[in-house]
């Protein structure tokens, strides 16, 4: 079955940079189109960023843009969240999400978009 793993959460300082991963397995990697989606306490679900398939479009954010890289690495099946210049409002789960696209080069920022998603990753930034 498919299952996408997110690690790299934790505690961090304001200011600070980060790596989230999100391992995904069951499926044919290269096929989806990938995202990353955040959720704060008492908040909804938001977008944070999305990239194509192909690796060749992302989207990002207002909030984030600047900040915040999306990447893949098709060979390891991974997608990854790069962080920088981190703010107390970054506060939240983030979880990955993966759509079967049937575009090289379409990106995805609905949360009703996505097929699959995985269960969260926790990142706390302290100020």
């Known amino acids: 079955q498919v299952q996408l793993v997110e690690s790299g959460g934790g505690l961090v300082q304001a200011g600070d940079s980060r790596r989230l991963s999100c391992v995904a397995s069951?499926?044919?990697?290269?096929?989806?189109?990938m995202g990353w989606f955040r959720q704060a306490p008492g908040k909804e679900r938001e977008f944070v960023a999305a990239?194509?398939?192909?690796?060749?479009?992302?989207f990002y954010a207002d909030s984030v843009k600047g900040r915040f890289t999306i990447s893949t690495d098709t060979a390891k099946n991974t997608v990854y969240l790069e962080m920088s210049s981190l703010k107390p409002e970054d506060t939240a789960v983030y979880y990955c999400?993966?759509?079967?696209?049937?575009?090289?080069?379409?990106?995805?920022?609905?949360?009703?978009?996505?097929?699959?998603w995985g269960q969260g990753t926790q990142v706390t930034v302290s100020s």
């Open positions: 999400a993966a759509k079967v696209s049937t575009s090289r080069n379409y990106y995805y920022t609905s949360s009703s978009d996505y097929d699959y």
């Open positions: 069951g499926l044919t990697f290269s096929s989806y189109a």
């Open positions: 990239i194509s398939r192909s690796g060749n479009r992302s």
